[in-house]
């Protein structure tokens, strides 16, 4: 017997490795780069954000693509599960803001040691520096991987975690999208998720590294609405960025071009009570200009040019302010809006949304319902998450369940 061929030694590569493993079978892990979980050392800044202490359904929510494929991944290999796998080997973990959770020493490379260690543990045949030129097949089955080197590596069953487009540098350059469409999969077109957007506007780069915090943003495209939600977003030299703005990347349209980007700045307060702050502000203020009340509602720099925005005389004494321009301030106060010109290139983006379609994989054991020993895991396949370790654990999940699945009898 050959054994199970795992191509790609990220996240959801090595779990299924080990799942494999376990169940007594012979692995081995392909991996192009010269070490393993490349992608894995660069999350959370180098602090890994390895999963959510989230419970299911808290989980699923924060999936908007296809959320309901991963509930048997995530019933097999939970948060709780990676949690206690790191913990019971020498890697304590701790549960920061948002429930994310963390390698208690905040090195990622704490949490790819360990997994390096259990593969060697389980006498996995790590293979690095070992690219993948394709998947030999044989009567509807897959037979091998033809490497690199022009040699063969035979397999009983071949489990695919190549990962997507984000971050080329750690190896995610679309291979196994190129697999798996040679063995007729459907493959999504690969677009960024999780990063940041560029706006048809240009003064957002005249506030280049402005921090905004507690203000509410909504994406909408026409009267839809498809995502609102508060916290902290950034403003940068090619648009907009920051926690906002990359969960609402995840909910662009297709095309993305002309999506509109709505801020309430003042969320804590309805436009009633905003209105009575302002006719306050400004009976107080007299005949002081416009431009020296503003940095009491807002940052320095966004006062700055907020009246310009608003189309009203920065140098207009506060008595001065007519009703309808207090109502145009009032209005962009409560609805600042931007214009999407575009998500940032894939090789900016987190992860990567499209791969292989859903519909064409088994949920319950990640195997292709077209090649009967070929397995699915990770980033490569069609869903993504918002920030919070939520991806992470995706590959977390889809690799136990393809490892353990591929190791099922070859029941296929």
Known sequence: MSGIVVIGGGAAGMMAAVFAARAGENVTLLEKNEKLGKKVYITGKGRCNLTNDCDL????????????????????????????????NGCPVTVQRGKRVFPSSEKASDVTKVLSSLLRKLDVRVRL???????????????????????????DAVILACGGLSYPSTGSTGDGYRFAEALGHTVIPASPVLVGLETKEAWPRSLQGLSLRNVTLTLSSGKKTLYTELGEMLFTHFGVSGPLVLEASCHLPDPAEGAVLSIDLKPGLTREQLDVRIRRDF???????????????????????????????????????????????????????LTVKAPRPVDEAVVTRGGVSVKEIEPGTMRSKLVPNLFFAGEMIDVDAHTGGFNLQIAWSTGALAGASSADHYEF
Do not use: H, W
């Open 129 to 155: 520096n070992c690219g993948v030129k394709g998947l030999r097949t044989e009567s509807g089955r897959v037979t091998g991987a033809e490497l690199s080197d022009g040699s063969f590596l035979p397999a």
């Open 57 to 88: 359904d808290g989980f699923l929510a924060q999936v908007p693509r296809n959320p309901r494929f991963l509930y048997s991944a995530l019933n097999f290999f939970s948060p709780r599960d990676i949690m206690s796998l790191l913990e019971e």
């Open 283 to 337: 009976s107080e203020a007299g005949k002081k200009q416009l431009k020296s009340v503003l940095p009491g509602l807002l940052p320095a720099s966004l006062a700055e040019i907020f009246p310009g925005l608003c189309g009203v005389d920065p140098s207009v004494p506060c008595s001065q302010v007519t009703a309808v321009q207090r109502e145009t301030l009032l209005s962009m106060l409560k609805g600042l809006t």
